[in-house]
């Protein structure tokens, strides 16, 4: 990463990465682990994007697209959190609070919110926040590594999050990837969120533990909107028929599944 001096040369920048220690091998694609390189891990200065991004030489008044590590984000300037369309938070960490609220009262412009890396249980229950939150998101991710997480969320839990995404109604794009749910027969109301995003066009989502059959994929296909163009589906097949997925309305739209 430049120094503060060097950054300090562009006053117009629009996008802003910091870097991140992850890895995304071709052989690992189908892996519910994150492979870090402990190298870029070490030589990572968790200060210096709090450094540049409070620096009163660079406004940032161009600056909409920022990617962050979890350390930075509660530090980030309420002026640039404002203005910003797209946020990309890594968690090459485990932490305790992830500085969600003040991206919920300030990101008014936000318009895609990427969470991924080492997610744990805890991280899940901050994602509470008003209906009139995020007005402006049309896509959101958030993908976890089982190592973290290897037990799913408290109920409740997952039902104030799939409730925090159900009230996102702008959404056009959704990727959820938690290794660790395991759904039973009572908790596939969980999936009754996806209904309520009617603009929903592009959803990917790994279904965790959970044994997939004809029911559960019934379960799934029959709450989808009819707005999809593509869906992708993570899951651990038990070699039931498929055809209910493929017979579904998912016809209408581009699939896949692994």
Not at 196 to 225: A, C, K, N, W, Y
Not at 238 to 253: D, H, I, K, M, R
Request: proline content about 6%; aromatic content about 10%; charged content about 20%.
């Amino acid at each position: 990463m430049p120094s503060l001096e060097v950054v300090e040369r562009f006053t117009h920048l629009k996008e802003l990465s910091f870097p991140t220690p992850f890895l995304f091998p071709d052989d690992e694609e189908a892996h519910d682990t994150y492979v870090v390189d402990d190298d870029r891990l070490q030589a990572i200065d968790p200060d210096l994007p709090n450094t540049i991004l409070s620096s009163q030489v660079l406004g940032f008044d161009y600056l909409r697209s920022l990617t962050v590590d979890e350390w930075a984000l509660p530090g980030i300037p309420v002026r640039i959190l404002s203005s910003l369309e797209e946020l990309t938070v890594c968690l090459a960490e485990a932490c305790e609070e992830l500085g969600l609220d003040l991206v919920f009262r300030h990101a008014n412009q936000l318009q895609s919110l990427t969470i991924y890396g080492f997610i744990e249980r805890s991280m899940i229950s901050q994602f509470m926040a008003d209906a009139d939150a995020l007005p402006a998101l049309h896509s959101f991710r958030l993908s976890t590594d089982q190592l973290v997480m290897p037990e799913p969320p408290e109920s409740h839990v997952l039902e104030d999050f799939f409730n925090f995404i159900g009230q996102r109604k702008g959404l056009r794009r959704l990727y959820l990837r938690l290794p660790s749910l395991l759904f039973s027969e009572e908790d596939v109301h969980y999936f009754d969120f996806i209904a309520q995003l009617r603009r929903l066009e592009v959803f990917g989502f790994h279904t965790g533990l959970t044994q997939v059959d004809e029911h559960f994929l019934h379960q799934i296909t029959s709450r989808l909107p009819t707005t999809l163009s593509a869906f992708h589906l993570g899951m651990d097949w038990n070699g039931a028929s498929l055809l209910p997925l493929v017979s579904s309305q998912l016809t209408l739209c581009g699939c896949s599944w692994n």
